[in-house]
């Protein structure tokens, strides 16, 4: 095929990112206003500033790409040179952060709820997924050795010299994080609705002023008394991971989330009391600061625990229930604070998944372990599913399960059938089956909208179960990688990772894990969604767009050799980037949400027992001597 003029190429994509694109968002802000629940925040002055200024920052971005790199600030035409200067000594990919600031911006200006909300998260998430599963890894290609070292760098070791330069760098970031955590969940869940429960509203616990910026020395007194780099960059790590969890489960749930954040503070035009963005100092962040206190100040331990213990007090007898309270900021912190082990945990369970393979052959028949994961996820699913709809919805979502199976089966038989793949699903095969799953059930006269919602909070879990047959599988497998705090090993030769991609006994990416984690937590909006009575077409376009995004990183790192690649990306990726554009489509389409009552029957627990044994049988159970299609799943 006659490759595109390069000329006409560089138009049409500039074209793209800098017309196409922001029409889209402006057009799906203007068009989602209805499902988003939380209050615009209109200022024409602050819109301004933020327009112009990320507009500054992103042609500050292009034109360092042009004078330094040599070349254009295109994906898809890459400079020739590793730019280091300008913004890029600054920040990483200034361009991105432009264009978010200025999305946010618009939305200020405009005072568009869903721009600000909806688009410019989404927009930051997208651009974040385009950097991981693209942008960095061909950097790493094109420049091997160079790496990226900007004003707010924290690398180095522990011998490495603490400069004034780093310390500040560090503190300016935990302000600025601290500060965009605490007017989120302060504005967002301090007084509008919140995505699960009743609107909190948040007291103010520090009421004397010596007291809060006692809290706030104490940690900021950690980067600027520390003598180690490492455990400067590490703090930075556990508290901006913090702060991020934070937030996470304080817009799901205020009531536990949210009670340390300050209210009492107006926005109306313009902010009128910023107190509330310093008066609100977490408890986690007083107990990750002790932390490393304590591995810097050995022989002031005691003196340090009781200094922590009157700050961590001060806020336990001023919220409004201090045993919650403390039980969610132990959480935080034991999270927040053990981020690296937690991984390293998970990693290794990963790659003990990977090598569990067992089987049990009876005649022409052969049962292999992994079904029992598959049938208890169609099981948890259907239960689940039951529990949300009621009796009423039972055989609809088997009907709806088993069309969805089926075609996911079909999907993988077109794009990865072979000899040695007899029997392949696809994952996207079953988001096609959605479309005639919906047709079925629609001539018989269900609600098909909401069984599209239903399988938007379901699919997320169901999802997740199946990435630890994955595991066992070695399907949906990593490719090689050196880092082995990141790479797990595959032995047993009935894994496709040995028997088909020979990968045996090499480190490779445990993408099925990085997939575990992302639908752990898009499990959580989904169902936060739901229970929230937001529109079922929003909700399957949100599942889309968190889904593919997550799913276009993974991508990136996957290694199965029969995974065509086209112009860079693999298939996958491309096919995520529509997912994700049909999602957009789909949250536009108005739906009326059905009031449910559901009640729990018979019919439930028996059909999630026939989908249990029918997955069991089609992803667990093979006739190994065979060469009929379909015969063998490895």
């Known amino acids: 095929m006659k490759k595109l003029n390069p000329v006409l190429g560089k138009i049409l994509y500039s074209l793209l990112f800098v017309a196409i694109i922001p029409l889209l968002l402006w057009f799906w802000a203007g068009h989602t206003g209805r499902a988003v629940k939380y209050p615009p925040i209109e200022s024409v002055t602050w819109g301004a500033v933020l327009l112009l200024a990320g507009g500054a920052l992103m042609i500050w971005g292009m034109m360092a790409i042009v004078l330094f790199g040599k070349g254009l600030p295109m994906n898809a035409y890459p400079p020739e040179k590793f730019v280091t200067r300008g913004p890029y000594h600054l920040v990483r990919h200034p361009i991105y952060w432009g264009f978010g600031i200025m999305v946010c911006g618009m939305s200020v200006l405009t005072g568009s709820a869903s721009g600000l909300w909806l688009v410019t998260p989404i927009t930051i998430l997208a651009m974040t997924s385009l ?65 699960i429960g009743k609107s909190w509203k948040i007291s103010t616990f520090f009421e004397q002023e010596p007291l809060r910026f006692l809290s706030l020395f104490f940690i900021i007194g950690v980067p600027m008394t520390l003598k180690r780099q490492d455990l400067i960059r590490d703090w930075l790590i556990s508290v901006v991971a913090g702060l991020a969890l934070s937030v996470y489960i304080s817009l799901l749930w205020p009531a536990a989330g949210a009670q340390y954040f300050v209210s009492g503070y107006t926005m109306g035009n313009l902010p009128g009391n910023l107190n509330f963005l310093f008066g609100s100092i977490p408890l986690f962040l007083v107990l990750l600061s002790l932390k490393f206190y304590v591995k810097q100040f050995r022989y002031l331990v005691i003196l340090l625990i009781v200094f922590a213990t009157f700050l961590g007090l ?232 968190l889904t593919s995004t997550g799913r276009f990183v993974e991508e990136a790192y996957r290694g199965e050799v029969q995974t065509p690649i086209f112009d860079g990306l693999h298939l996958y990726q491309w096919i995520a980037i529509i997912s994700a554009l049909l999602g957009i489509i789909i949250t536009i389409i108005p739906v009326k949400v059905v009031e449910l009552h559901p009640v729990f029957g018979w019919e439930i627990p028996v059909a999630a027992f026939i989908l249990g044994l029918l997955s069991f049988f089609a992803m667990g159970v093979d006739f190994p001597k065979s060469n009929v299609r379909f015969s063998r799943l490895v």
């Open 314 to 545: 001060v806020q336990l007898v001023n919220c409004r229930s201090s045993v919650q309270h403390l039980i969610v900021s132990i959480f935080i912190y034991y999270v927040a604070a053990n981020y690296l082990s937690i991984w390293i945990l998970l990693k290794n369970f990963a790659e003990r998944m990977a090598n569990s393979w067992k089987e049990w052959v009876i005649g022409p028949v052969r049962i292999i372990n992994h079904a029992f994961i598959i049938g208890f996820g169609a099981i948890f699913g259907v239960l689940y599913a039951g529990i949300l709809a009621g009796r009423e919805y039972a055989w609809a979502i088997l009907i709806f399960a088993v069309v969805l199976m089926i075609c996911s089966a079909i999907w993988a038989q077109l794009i990865e059938g072979s000899d040695k793949l007899k029997r392949p699903f696809g994952y996207y095969g079953a988001i096609v089956g959605i479309i005639f799953a919906s047709l079925i059930l629609w001539q018989l006269g269900y609600n098909v909208w909401l069984l599209i919602g239903l399988a938007s909070v379901l699919m997320p879990w169901v999802q997740a179960i199946g990435r630890f047959r994955c595991l066992a599988n070695g399907c949906c497998h990593g490719r090689p990688t050196s880092d082995d705090r990141l790479g797990i090993r595959y032995f047993h030769d009935r894994t496709r990772v040995c028997g088909l991609s020979g990968l045996k006994g090499k480190l490779i990416h445990p993408t099925p894990l990085y997939s575990i984690v992302w639908l752990f937590f898009v499990g959580f909006v989904m169902l936060a969604l739901w229970h929230h009575h937001l529109p079922y077409s929003f909700m399957f376009g949100l599942y889309l767009i």
């Open 131 to 195: 950097v991981l599963g693209f942008e960095q890894i061909g950097l790493q290609q094109r420049f091997p050795g160079e790496k990226i070292r900007t004003f707010f760098d924290q690398g180095g070791n522990e011998q490495s010299r603490v400069t004034l330069k780093k310390r500040l760098a560090a503190i300016l970031l935990f302000f600025i994080v601290l500060l965009l955590s605490n007017f989120m969940v302060g504005y967002l869940a301090g007084g509008a609705d919140p995505l």
